[in-house]
């Protein structure tokens, strides 16, 4: 409550695109033979032949085109990330407001910018009421055993105080990192008062980015001298005689700065209207709720599937892709044969609630270990091999998420001998995959043979391997294999990623 001040904010840097998904020619042929293969017969010989030949003459039309639609969706947002740029350094103040109220979004003080003036940037804070701070703290009996003491109000007051100028200093500190064209900060901190239980402002000045990065912020008593390094400050806390905090609190007077009794007298002091409520700025600006930056968007690199690309280029429907089948219900250790559908495109879903978990692939060579970074597919890094293994992303379907993937075996490189399917819960949470509920990963393919597993609710471990599908062979006829596995690490995506030979920085 009182150390937030002492936290670093990495100052923002202009956005890098990443790269479009680089597609290979293997990925190309395989989409386009589950196309033309749909509904032929596998004793169709000639059938079979003809679509192969029709998929051969596809493939390098459909690839050229999806590279160079992904060239296209790259190239603008390139440029509308340097247009964003242009606009945040310029101090435009839709753009700097939108960022830095997305930086504020986790913030334990509600923050809010309100406007931008030249290279100053105006914010209102959201304070902890005082009437809500503890009226007691841990102690110890003369007896030196664990005791609840009450604090005197001077005490309570002088906590409250403390927690205010950490939250205003780490306010001011993100502001100035997120905003790197603002050179200070009129900010304004609200708080209920306790006297009237209405609304008023009980701090406000100007603080410049060169006295808040010039000072040095090494312990939580250094929350106090937010006073002392700002312009035209006040405070509803004055200091006695005896150098001790007065005990209550008091409306500031608004008048000295323009438009702040404008700002008060528009602030909605019941929130049950249903209008926006500054009394409830914390809730508004769904404050300790971080944003999820890899499913708040579409992916803008999604890539077209054949039939979706020959819809718009030929004259043909797409082909129906086949309803699954009952889904054949797999047990930890079983291993099956891949019919030769699965081989061309492996749909892969899994569906879970009660955490958030992420799907992650590893491309294995015949030592067990990664043969390259690339060949690492997860949420920073969702395609691999040319297109052939790919993350999809996220969708809530009801109550339950939904992350899909795609695995093209035939158009894998020779040298993955295996594909490992495993999820990872985020280790800062806490939680471990025993907060899974309704776990499920499913697999099909365009044939509609399905298959499904359901991998246990393991209380000690933060990243599982559900499934693996590994090369093998025969009576001497090369196949794929599928094995249910559901085994996993206890220190996460690190130690999964290690045990495969990524290197984990």
Same mark, same amino acid.
Not at 224 to 248: E, H, K, Y
């Given at each position: 409550m009182t150390s937030v001040h002492l936290q670093t904010f990495t100052a923002v840097q202009p956005p890098l695109i990443p790269a479009a998904p680089q597609l290979g020619l293997p990925w190309a042929l395989a989409e386009a033979q589950t196309f033309h293969l749909h509904g032929v017969g596998r004793l169709a010989r000639a059938e079979r032949a003809a679509a192969k030949q029709r998929a051969q003459q596809d493939a390098p039309a459909y690839?050229?085109?999806?590279?160079?639609?992904?060239?296209?969706?790259?190239?603008?947002?390139?440029?509308?990330?340097?247009?964003?740029?242009h606009a945040l350094v310029a101090n435009d103040e839709a753009t700097v407001c939108e960022a830095v109220n997305t930086a504020f979004s986790d913030n334990p003080a509600a923050g809010c910018a309100v406007g931008v003036?030249?290279?100053?940037?105006?914010?209102?804070?959201?304070?902890?009421?005082?009437?809500?701070?503890?009226a007691q703290t841990a102690g110890l009996t003369p007896g030196g055993r664990p005791t609840l003491k009450n604090l005197t109000k001077r005490d309570r007051t002088l906590w409250w105080l403390t927690a205010m100028g950490s939250n205003i200093v780490a306010t001011l500190k993100e502001g100035f990192a997120t905003a790197p064209g603002i050179e200070a900060i009129d900010l304004a901190v609200m708080t209920r008062l306790p006297d009237t239980q209405r609304l008023g402002f009980v701090a406000y000045?100007?603080?410049?980015?060169?006295?808040?990065?010039?000072?040095?912020?090494?312990?939580?008593?250094?929350?106090?001298?937010?006073?002392?390094?700002?312009?035209?400050?006040?405070?509803s806390v004055t200091?006695?005689?005896?150098?001790?905090?007065?005990?209550?609190?008091?409306? *500031?007077?608004t008048t000295?700065?323009?438009? *702040?009794?404008a700002l008060l007298d528009g602030a909605q002091e019941d929130s049950a209207s249903g209008e926006p409520s500054l009394a409830d700025l914390d809730i508004a600006l769904g404050a300790n709720t971080l944003p999820d930056l890899r499913t708040a968007v579409g992916d803008p690199y999604r890539i077209r599937v054949f039939a979706e690309w020959t819809q718009g280029t030929t004259s043909p429907p797409p082909a129906p892709v086949a309803p699954p089948a009952t889904p054949t219900v797999l047990i930890p250790g079983e291993t099956l044969v891949l019919p030769e559908e699965a081989w061309?495109?492996?749909?892969?879903?899994?569906?879970?609630?009660?955490?958030?978990?992420? *799907?992650?692939l590893f491309l294995l060579g015949n030592d067990g270990r990664v043969c390259a970074d690339e060949d690492f597919v997860f949420y920073n890094q969702p395609s691999a091999a040319d297109g052939s293994a790919r993350l999809l992303g996220k969708q809530q379907e009801g109550p339950q998420t939904v992350e899909r993937a795609t695995v093209h075996l035939s158009a894998l490189p020779d040298r993955a001998h295996r594909v490992v399917i495993a999820i990872n819960m985020d280790v800062d949470t806490g939680l471990t995959c025993g907060s899974l509920t309704d776990a499920t990963l499913d697999l099909d393919c365009v044939s509609g043979t399905a298959w499904t597993f359901k991998p246990p609710a393991d209380p000690s471990i933060r990243a599982?391997?559900?499934?693996? *599908?590994y090369r093998h062979s025969v009576e001497g006829n090369p196949v794929w294999k599928l094995r249910a596995l559901g085994q996993g690490w206890a220190d996460g995506l690190d130690g999964l990623a290690r045990a495969y030979g990524v290197d984990v920085e």
């Amino acid at each position: 409550m009182t150390s937030v001040h002492l936290q670093t904010f990495t100052a923002v840097q202009p956005p890098l695109i990443p790269a479009a998904p680089q597609l290979g020619l293997p990925w190309a042929l395989a989409e386009a033979q589950t196309f033309h293969l749909h509904g032929v017969g596998r004793l169709a010989r000639a059938e079979r032949a003809a679509a192969k030949q029709r998929a051969q003459q596809d493939a390098p039309a459909y690839l050229a085109s999806e590279t160079a639609r992904l060239h296209a969706v790259r190239e603008r947002m390139v440029a509308e990330a340097g247009q964003w740029w242009h606009a945040l350094v310029a101090n435009d103040e839709a753009t700097v407001c939108e960022a830095v109220n997305t930086a504020f979004s986790d913030n334990p003080a509600a923050g809010c910018a309100v406007g931008v003036d030249g290279s100053v940037l105006s914010v209102v804070m959201r304070q902890q009421d005082l009437d809500t701070m503890p009226a007691q703290t841990a102690g110890l009996t003369p007896g030196g055993r664990p005791t609840l003491k009450n604090l005197t109000k001077r005490d309570r007051t002088l906590w409250w105080l403390t927690a205010m100028g950490s939250n205003i200093v780490a306010t001011l500190k993100e502001g100035f990192a997120t905003a790197p064209g603002i050179e200070a900060i009129d900010l304004a901190v609200m708080t209920r008062l306790p006297d009237t239980q209405r609304l008023g402002f009980v701090a406000y000045g100007r603080w410049t980015r060169r006295a808040i990065e010039s000072t040095p912020w090494q312990v939580p008593e250094d929350a106090l001298r937010f006073l002392d390094i700002g312009q035209d400050t006040a405070c509803s806390v004055t200091t006695t005689a005896s150098g001790n905090p007065s005990t209550t609190l008091k409306r *500031l007077d608004t008048t000295r700065i323009a438009g *702040l009794q404008a700002l008060l007298d528009g602030a909605q002091e019941d929130s049950a209207s249903g209008e926006p409520s500054l009394a409830d700025l914390d809730i508004a600006l769904g404050a300790n709720t971080l944003p999820d930056l890899r499913t708040a968007v579409g992916d803008p690199y999604r890539i077209r599937v054949f039939a979706e690309w020959t819809q718009g280029t030929t004259s043909p429907p797409p082909a129906p892709v086949a309803p699954p089948a009952t889904p054949t219900v797999l047990i930890p250790g079983e291993t099956l044969v891949l019919p030769e559908e699965a081989w061309q495109g492996l749909r892969v879903s899994f569906t879970f609630a009660g955490a958030d978990a992420d *799907l992650t692939l590893f491309l294995l060579g015949n030592d067990g270990r990664v043969c390259a970074d690339e060949d690492f597919v997860f949420y920073n890094q969702p395609s691999a091999a040319d297109g052939s293994a790919r993350l999809l992303g996220k969708q809530q379907e009801g109550p339950q998420t939904v992350e899909r993937a795609t695995v093209h075996l035939s158009a894998l490189p020779d040298r993955a001998h295996r594909v490992v399917i495993a999820i990872n819960m985020d280790v800062d949470t806490g939680l471990t995959c025993g907060s899974l509920t309704d776990a499920t990963l499913d697999l099909d393919c365009v044939s509609g043979t399905a298959w499904t597993f359901k991998p246990p609710a393991d209380p000690s471990i933060r990243a599982m391997v559900i499934t693996e *599908l590994y090369r093998h062979s025969v009576e001497g006829n090369p196949v794929w294999k599928l094995r249910a596995l559901g085994q996993g690490w206890a220190d996460g995506l690190d130690g999964l990623a290690r045990a495969y030979g990524v290197d984990v920085e």
